[in-house]
């Protein structure tokens, strides 16, 4: 037996991976990119329903968990100041995309599953004065849920600064007092992901080059700290964007007596927390864009892996013992090996892990 749940705004499954980690199984997933979709089919051997807005709630299974990383462009900094410039309503007052949360709110209500997951930018925390976020948090408790919301940076664990808002519910009868991991920097740099052989695709041309330097020396001019960001090899990455197929300026790596170049797709993923078996379909436009749009997705396993073992503590049936085996045993002094310890230690019950 295992716990069931569904994958809403499923991109290329960040999220999903971390909530299988754990023993759960996906009965049903949305994405409306068909990019994402084939992505998503390689890995997962399944193609998502398309737009959520189409589908009829009665398509929906009933699960344990749903699992959201709702699109977050209304609430984002750049959607927000292009909004206004266009003079268009923004936040949830935005009758478009903002729409897509009250889908979210309309299946929790409806299937009543016993928690959810949702994810988004850091700034919907921020938006509006924190008005945006307490119309949301407001609409989840009304809908039977106790909520808690973290922001976490995943440069703990990946060499990439990504901050963004983790939100999660338990249905009010659990009682359930969920409490967010804690992370300690395992101190990630990113020379230490970077591929040893590079096309030469990926070097910026003369052309772009000598445009991101004045475009950069202009800004400086202005007095704005604005261009294109050159990695420290030693440290982390900016935040990576679903815009970064564009030029790859927030984050360029130097090279010896050359243009410096972009990160190659694999290496995105990488910062993200994906592993190498992971496949990416797509041409690399595509998969940049992906990548920029998912989750890290060790950040999002330990906070699934304690959701679980807050869920099913009294109930061994559930509790994946085997998958947990299985990282401990390849993972020693990783994230995965410390999210273990955590995990047995919350269980009332003892597991049994030496003889499985
Ligand atoms: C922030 S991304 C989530 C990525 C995902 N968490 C992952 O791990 O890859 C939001 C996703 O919602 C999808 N989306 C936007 N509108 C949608 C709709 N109406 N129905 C289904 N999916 C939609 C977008 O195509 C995008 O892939």
Not at 173 to 188: G, R, V
Request: proline share 5%.
């Amino acid at each position: 037996m295992s716990f069931k749940f569904i994958d809403l705004f499923a991109g290329i499954g960040g999220t999903r991976q971390a909530f299988e980690a754990f023993g759960g199984k996906c009965i049903f997933s949305s994405e409306i990119d068909e990019f994402a979709c084939k992505t998503y089919f390689e890995n997962f051997n399944e193609i998502p329903a398309g737009d959520i807005t189409k589908i009829n709630l009665d398509e929906i299974p009933k699960h344990d968990v749903l699992i959201a990383g709702f699109p977050c462009q209304p609430f984002s900094l750049a959607g927000v100041s292009k909004r206004n410039s266009l003079g268009r309503p923004h936040g949830l007052d935005c009758e478009d995309k903002d729409n897509l949360f009250y889908k979210i709110i309309e299946i929790l209500k409806k299937k009543e599953p016993k928690a959810f997951f949702l994810e988004n930018v850091k700034h919907l925390y921020f938006h509006d004065k924190g008005q945006t976020y307490q119309i949301i948090k407001k609409q989840l408790n009304d809908a039977g849920y106790d909520v808690c919301e973290k922001i976490i940076d995943a440069s703990f664990v990946v060499p990439q600064h990504r901050e963004r808002i983790y939100i999660v519910g338990f249905k009010k009868e659990l009682k359930i007092k969920f409490t967010f991991p804690t992370f300690s920097d395992s101190n990630p740099q990113l020379r230490k992901i970077l591929e040893s052989k590079v096309e030469e695709k990926y070097t910026l041309s003369d052309k772009l080059w000598t445009y991101l330097q004045s475009y950069k020396q202009k800004q400086k001019d202005k007095g704005n700290g604005f261009g294109y960001g050159m990695a420290n090899l030693d440290g982390i990455t900016r935040t990576l964007s679903s815009r970064y197929y564009k030029d790859g300026a927030e984050i360029l790596i130097p090279q010896n007596n050359k243009n410096p170049r972009r990160l190659t797709p694999r290496e995105c993923a990488r910062i993200m927390g994906f592993s190498d078996n992971f496949k990416m379909p797509v041409s690399d436009h595509q998969a940049y864009r992906q990548l920029g749009n998912s989750v890290v997705v060790p950040i999002v396993k330990k906070i699934a892996g304690r959701m679980i073992i807050y869920l099913y503590k009294n109930d061994p049936l559930v509790i994946p013992v085997l998958p947990l085996i299985k990282l401990q045993k390849s993972s020693k002094n990783s994230l995965n090996g410390a999210e273990i310890t955590t995990m047995i230690s919350l269980g009332e019950r003892p597991l049994i892990l030496a003889n499985r």
